[in-house]
């Protein structure tokens, strides 16, 4: 469930958290959305994992605190910030699907994004 949540709340708060940052320079949401639980579950929940499973969680949650560590210590421009966000993003959601698949869970439903919509105007 953390490993849907996380990668929908990124997909929809996205825009109003690069406007978040790009007019405040406030953190606090963008570190927020990334948060998890995953960093207190213990050995013996561990343990009833797939080993595959757990590994693919592993990587998730790897690329996870990655974006966590940038999101915290950045001073990039927003458009920077937004460009990471989504490569993030991506691989995130790949993971995602990953791990999902490895638990035996739906996979992610996909939403249309306003930045993967093509420009007609690049396109001429």
């Known amino acids: ?11 929809s708060r ?4 690069l406007h978040v940052w790009g007019k405040h320079r406030a953190r606090k949401p963008l570190i927020e959305t990334t ?3 995953w960093t207190t579950v ?16 592993d990587g998730f949650h790897r690329e996870l605190d990655g974006l966590r560590l940038y ?10 910030l937004a460009v990471v ?5 991506t691989r995130l959601e790949h993971l995602a699907a990953m791990a999902l698949t490895a638990l035996g869970e739906p996979p992610l439903e ?6 993967d919509e093509p420009n007609d105007e690049r396109e001429e």
């Open 1 to 11: 469930m953390e490993v849907r949540r996380v990668v929908e709340d990124l997909r």
């Open 14 to 17: 996205r825009d109003l958290l």
């Open 35 to 37: 948060f998890t639980r």
């Open 42 to 57: 213990g050995i013996p929940q561990l343990a009833q994992l797939d080993p595959s499973a757990a590994s693919t969680l």
């Open 71 to 80: 999101l915290e210590w950045t001073e990039d421009m927003p458009r920077n």
């Open 85 to 89: 966000y989504d490569q993030t993003l």
């Open 110 to 115: 996909p939403i249309e994004l306003p930045w």
